[in-house]
């Protein structure tokens, strides 16, 4: 036997819930305060298996199998917060985050304010979010907008699987609350190269994806890869070149680095799965045209599910914003 | 000590009429005629032979993910027998087939709902259901406001409202149970503790040692009642009921049973499921109860077993042609039944759509 050396750090290939798994492992074994709570997390590992075997390594003092009540989840958590612990509470589904709205939006959001900077909360709620896999009514919706509109709260959805991880860690990290999204559709098939150490991704950094010439697309979570797509088929059938922007980070937001997308082209399409009232694409269009309104060439174009609620599966692929859909979109932006 | 209300955690025994063997317990008269017994077991046959096909339909992806009543039959039967469709109503979680089939609901609309299609989401008029609700206890306050007014408005009709252990540690539920208390609503509970909540064990949910325990908090009572016996739900449930229906509020039922199979179509169950537990409920099949109760009576034998299944078997294949039947899920329902009076910016927005699908 050899002798035991530092431990070589390289890359494995993971998919988005390995990646959520390994961020989770890795700071639960770097910061004893970690705690990690919600419904179904522990023994069976989280019904998308995001907290598979932190249970049996960490125990059941740190991995918590709560009762099933996301209030109490979460206002539990700014309790234990304020005991000086770190909890990375999970809602099973954005979708009953309403059932915690009153905790995270009055509560988490607030309270290093409320107390004028004596409890912060460093609290990470973690939650798959938006449609497309045929989940059961009331699970699939795209909520984000709700949590934007909440100041004091920080609200992420990074689309692969090094974003995941390198966010994840950043937010657990961070002083203060995080609602860390995290893309159902995304979870198994989306994957990649993913630093098996220590490593941060900063919150409040776009990042380009796809380098192009004619039109900016601007999106985040599960629309970035169907942006990827449709560039791909405007390439092949249009011969249009586009430029892909991942918002990654909604709050705080890289106004910066979205505006020089956005000079680069001056066109602009923003796609998103929730409905375009009040969508968080209306705060992308303001400051875009506040920001880079003298380079902008046509009206932003916004590709977003309509003003309905989210309907059952069969209907699903009507209302979840499709490839074509972008496709359409990015051909009225350069039509102007 | 200090406290007047103590815990004594002493495990209250669940009140059983039938045996496992389908033994009437001495002194009790039977709440059902032998009619009532036998379309009870009959619907409960008819949920357990469609959860069986609607599974091979949910592996071959054609029905989407749903929860089985498998394990559970006797306790939404027994508990929905005890009402009258006609003015009475039945406020369901998702588990509660059944009952939702004895309130009227025809077999393919329920089918609709879990083929994604939103025709399966109407229910037809004049059957007094409330929709499934997927998110959790959401059911139960507003329960409680239709069994209040009906009330208010002298009805004489009772609300049945139905949710798991899990959802009884929603807000929700405590919030429900303490106004139903104080208006006296009549609204029965019937908390069907099936030993999970997904993965989450009962014990897990709650440090009171009965689920019914509960309702004295809220100045009611409760009561624990063997879930696997056709017999016991309904006449606890007749009870409850009837105390409702005269005017002296909510009652709190627990239903003690077991969930046989996975949560859903979704879920592992072997990942955490206590093997040795599973099979200590199977010789507490509630169907065989209820079989072997009629055949020590000569109501019943492995004949009309046989004819029966096949009735039933045909009648759910039946509803499944009607289902498949149905037109396609089209752009346009998404746009039906979000207002009254659409905005003139949803009316834009549903030409942009119906044109892009066409
Ligand atoms: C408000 C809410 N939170 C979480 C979920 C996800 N979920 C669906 S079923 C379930 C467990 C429900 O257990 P229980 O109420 O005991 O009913 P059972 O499924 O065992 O019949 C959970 C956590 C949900 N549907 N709604």
């Known amino acids: ?336 | 000590m200090f406290a007047q209300f103590i815990p004594d955690g002493a495990p209250v025994t669940p009140i059983q009429h039938l045996s496992p063997d389908g033994v009437l317990a001495a002194g009790v008269t039977p709440s059902m005629s032998d009619d009532q017994l036998l379309a009870g077991l009959r619907l409960m046959m008819l949920t357990r032979v469609f959860d069986t096909k609607a599974m091979s339909l949910q592996r071959q992806g054609r029905f989407g993910t749903f929860s089985q009543v498998t394990g559970q039959e006797a306790s939404i039967v027994g508990s929905a027998s005890a009402l009258d469709p006609l003015i009475d109503w039945v406020v369901p979680q998702y588990r509660e087939l059944p009952a939702l089939l004895r309130q009227g609901l025809p077999l393919s609309r329920f089918m609709l709902y879990f083929m994604g299609n939103l025709a399966g989401s109407r229910i037809p008029d004049g059957v007094n259901i409330l929709p499934i609700q997927i998110s959790l206890a959401a059911q139960i306050p507003q329960a409680v406001g239709l069994a209040w007014g009906l009330q208010m408005q002298q009805t004489g009709g009772v609300v049945v409202v139905y949710f798991g252990d899990g959802a009884s540690s929603e807000g929700d539920f405590h919030e429900a149970c303490n106004l139903a208390g104080v208006v006296k609503a009549p609204v029965v509970f019937m908390l069907s503790n099936n030993g999970w909540a997904i993965s989450t064990p009962r014990h897990k949910q709650s440090a009171a040692s009965s689920l019914a325990s509960r309702a004295i908090g809220y100045g009611f009572p409760g009561v624990v009642v063997d879930g696997n016996d056709l017999l016991a739900v309904h006449a606890v449930t007749a009870e409850a009921v009837a105390r409702a229906r005269s005017g002296h509020g909510p009652t709190l039922i627990e239903s003690v049973t077991y969930r046989m199979g996975p949560h859903n179509t979704a879920d592992d169950p072997t990942r955490y499921v206590d093997a040795a537990a599973l099979e200590s409920w199977k010789p507490l099949d509630p169907i065989v109860r209820v079989q072997r109760h009629l055949a020590s009576r000569r109501l019943w034998d492995d004949d009309r077993r046989q004819t029966v299944e096949a009735e039933l078997s045909a009648e759910v294949d039946a509803a499944l042609v009607i289902a498949r039947a149905e037109p396609a899920p089209t752009a346009s329902q998404l746009f039906d039944h979000v207002y009254a009076d659409p905005p003139s910016t949803l009316q834009r927005q549903r030409a942009a759509r119906i044109g892009a699908t066409s």
């Open chain 1, 1 to 336: 036997m050899s002798t035991v050396t530092e431990p070589v750090v390289g890359t494995a290939t993971m998919n988005m819930v390995e990646a959520i798994r390994d961020a989770l492992t890795l700071e639960m074994a770097r910061d004893e305060r970690v705690v990690v709570l919600g419904e179904d997390v522990g023994v069976l590992g989280g019904v998308f298996r995001a907290t598979d075997g932190l249970q049996q390594r960490f125990g059941e003092r740190r991995v918590i199998d709560t009762p099933l009540a996301e209030g109490v989840i979460i206002g539990a958590s700014v309790g234990l917060a304020i005991s000086g612990l770190i909890p990375v509470p999970e809602l099973q589904f954005l979708g009953f985050g309403h059932q915690a709205f009153h905790q995270i939006g009055q509560q988490v959001a607030r309270f290093r304010f409320r107390s004028q900077g004596r409890h912060p909360m460093p609290i990470t709620i973690r939650s798959p979010f938006g449609g497309g896999v045929r989940t059961p009514e009331l699970h699939s919706d795209a909520f984000e907008a709700l949590y934007t509109n909440t100041p004091g709260l920080k609200v992420v959805a990074p689309a692969d699987a090094y974003d995941a991880k390198g966010m994840l860690l950043a937010a657990i990290r961070d002083p203060d609350p995080v609602l860390f999204l995290e893309p159902l559709r995304g979870y198994r098939l989306v994957s990649g190269e993913v630093p098996t150490g220590d490593y941060t991704v900063a919150l409040g950094r776009s990042k380009v994806v796809r380098e192009g010439e004619h039109v900016t697309v601007i999106a985040y979570s599960a629309a970035v890869q169907l942006c990827t797509k449709a560039a791909d088929v405007l390439a092949a059938e249009h011969g249009i070149s586009t430029h892909v922007v991942d918002v990654r980070s909604l709050v705080p937001l890289d106004v910066e680095g979205i505006v020089a997308a956005v000079e680069h082209t001056g066109r602009v399409v923003i796609v998103h799965e929730a409905p375009l009232t009040s969508g968080f694409g209306a705060e992308l269009a303001a400051t875009i045209q506040r920001e880079a309104f003298y380079s902008l060439e046509a009206p932003i174009e916004r590709v977003t599910a309509p003003d309905t609620p989210y309907p059952l599966g069969g209907t699903e692929d009507f209302y979840v914003p499709q490839v074509d859909d972008i496709v359409r979109g990015v051909l009225n932006a350069l039509e102007r």
